[in-house]
């Protein structure tokens, strides 16, 4: 066992340094592609770089940078959710229980990783299509307001409630601690997978009012951080009803807007 005090430094370190190294290489991305101009499409929007091949780049190189967009910045949205369950282990932490919550981590994020490889394809057909359809182009804004008041809607419901009372407890993820590599890889995904589930209308959210937003991350990653932090310290019944609540007036403003 290694005393309780390294154990709680050496986790606040680690944490610190992921969270700090995840937010600066975010940001760094978001001033390169701020350099880069995007596409204006019909309805008064402009359809971001990030995907499609532009500037002489090839599909692949697109989708690797996509690819590698995402993984810098699921961390630092993501810790709010994944530190908790962490620490919720301090109390058996080991060397080698040390090593099988690194493993659990790893796993956790490639995940995320896939799920980016997921969207890629599917955000660039989307794009294409709106290059060649203007009908659909012109009505890119409104469907991502739609969105926006969906997602509001859904964060008001007791599945959303119950999502986040399961998705927090590292507990619920598996019947015991992981004692191997193989249990501790299943942890993390498992713990990916529901956390996927849980704040995927914000998710959407962020897919939908673009990507590269920095405004629409920055509400985004608060909001995933306000509800598990609520989630970690008990009842939390008013906390999604409350974002939910500006999350459906953000999407009525944003249509009313192209009206």
């Known amino acids: 066992m290694l005393p309780a005090a390294r154990a709680r430094a050496i986790f606040a370190v680690l944490a610190t340094l992921l969270f700090a190294a995840s937010a600066t290489a975010t940001a760094l991305r978001f001033t390169s592609m701020a350099a880069m101009s995007g596409t204006p499409m019909p309805g008064g929007w402009t359809l971001s770089a990030v995907w499609l091949p532009l500037c002489g780049r090839t599909w692949l190189q697109t989708a690797a940078s996509f690819v590698s967009m995402w993984a810098t910045m699921t961390p630092a949205m993501m810790l709010p959710a994944l530190a908790p369950m962490l620490w919720r282990e301090r109390a058996t932490l080991t060397i080698r229980s040390g090593w099988l919550i690194i493993l659990s981590v790893v796993a956790y994020f490639s995940m995320w990783l896939f799920a980016g490889m997921l969207l890629f394809p599917v955000g660039a057909a989307l794009a294409f299509v709106a ?43 598996h019947v015991a601690p992981p004692d191997h590599a193989l249990q501790a890889l299943r942890t993390g995904m498992r713990f990916a997978v529901q956390c996927a589930s849980c704040c995927g209308n914000w998710m959407a959210i962020l897919l939908a009012t673009g990507v590269m937003n920095r405004e629409a991350t920055l509400i985004v990653s608060a909001a995933i951080a306000i509800e598990r932090i609520a989630a970690s310290r008990g009842p939390l019944a008013p906390v999604p009803r409350i974002t939910g609540a500006a999350s459906i007036v953000a999407g009525f403003m944003l249509i009313a807007y192209l009206i």
């Open 131 to 173: 290059i060649r359809v203007p009908s659909i182009a012109r009505a890119a804004p409104l469907s991502a307001g739609l969105v926006v008041m969906a997602s509001g809607v859904l964060q008001c419901t007791s599945w959303k409630v119950r999502r986040l009372q399961s998705c927090h407890p590292v507990r619920d993820c």
